[in-house]
């Protein structure tokens, strides 16, 4: 069970920034938010992690507000080749292990 | 050699009979998971080692599955008496597990394509 929630599919166009808001209502004191993308035929990519306020790589910048409930992915100017599956996760301890539960993702379609 | 390497790419089968993959990690992360995924879900959990102890495995993970993680490096997992419900793609990350935040990323390879006939 994903400690996630996020938009199943969202749409844009070349060139439009991309917001993907993830909700974590339960996410607990040590949790990092960790952001992947995947491609068809791939295993998903490590693009972004933080903790909190504001993280930024030359992928994407990650937003996440005070009380940690939620998390925005940003992606800026995008481009045919970033529609993939965005996931958003937060880590899981289970019987004092490490691991980390796949939703569904975000399909994000980018049109010409 | 930088990224994690799964073989093969590839595997079709028929229905009753085992097979094996292969995943070597990247040579010092000491986590090492198993995934499987199907079309259109996310990557479902395996199983998780650290170095060669196997840690945890799914409750949804059959007793025909089994992994291996001799010395801590490469990984194998086997599934016996295949069925056409184990057709998937099966995902093998690793992770350096040191420092806050940092077992959370996983680099994944490209996937072992299982279709059972």
């Known amino acids: 069970l994903a400690k996630t929630t996020q938009p199943i599919s969202m749409d844009s166009y070349e060139g439009q920034e991309v917001n993907i808001t993830c909700s974590h209502n339960n996410i607990a004191t040590n949790d990092y938010i960790t952001w992947y993308q995947q491609f068809p035929s791939q295993g998903p990519r490590f693009i972004i992690q933080g903790y909190k306020t504001k993280v930024t790589n030359e992928v994407a910048s990650l937003f996440i507000p005070a009380d940690r409930k939620s998390s925005t992915l940003s992606l800026p100017r995008v481009s045919l080749s970033d529609t993939a599956v965005y996931y958003c996760l937060v880590g899981w301890v289970s019987g004092g292990y490490n691991k980390l539960i796949f939703g569904a993702g975000t399909r994000l379609a980018v049109h010409p | 050699d930088t990224g994690v390497s799964q073989d093969p790419r590839h595997k079709i089968t028929k229905r009753g009979q085992n097979v094996t993959f292969r995943c070597d990690p990247i040579?010092?992360?000491?986590?090492l998971y198993w995934y499987r995924q199907t079309l259109g879900q996310g990557p479902e959990f395996l199983t998780y080692f650290q170095n060669e102890a196997q840690l945890e495995k799914s409750r949804l993970l059959s007793d025909r599955f089994s992994a291996e993680r001799p010395k801590g490096s490469f990984s194998t997992l086997e599934i016996q008496r295949t069925e056409q419900g184990d057709s998937a793609m099966y995902l093998c990350a690793s992770s350096a597990g040191q420092g806050a935040g940092e077992w959370e990323k996983l680099f994944f390879g490209s996937g072992t394509q299982l279709s059972v006939l």
């Open positions: 040579s010092e992360h000491n986590r």
